[in-house]
């Protein structure tokens, strides 16, 4: 039998991921593979720019969501997709953002 405080340890730390994150861990999985193979690169090649393990790469192309951010990012980096990825994140390059930001800077600097 299974000490109780180990049980509420593992049950605490455990993580819950959404099926929304679920779905584009793996849609953000696909788009990078069918980059690395429009530019005909293989696997070793990326993980090896990217500074992380195959198993790494192989993990992320296939939606695991427990990838860390350094590990996607640095793949975006090797694949050349690093600024389009910062870039599409950014609130300014939104009608949205932009509105937003307009409407929270003071109107009069003293």
Request: charged share 25%.
């Amino acid at each position: 039998m299974l000490d109780r405080s180990i049980c509420l340890r593992y049950y605490v730390c455990m993580k819950k991921t959404t099926q929304s994150v679920l779905d584009a861990s793996s849609e953000i999985g696909e788009h990078l593979r069918t980059w690395r193979k429009i530019y005909e690169l293989k696997s070793t090649q990326v993980a090896q720019r990217a500074g992380i393990s195959t198993g790494t790469l192989r993990k992320l192309e296939n939606g695991d969501p427990n990838v860390s951010t350094a590990a996607l990012l640095e793949v975006a980096r090797s694949l050349g997709l690093l600024e389009t990825l910062t870039n599409c994140l950014d609130p300014l390059n939104t009608d949205l953002g932009r509105a937003r930001v307009n409407e929270r800077l003071p109107k009069r600097v003293r």
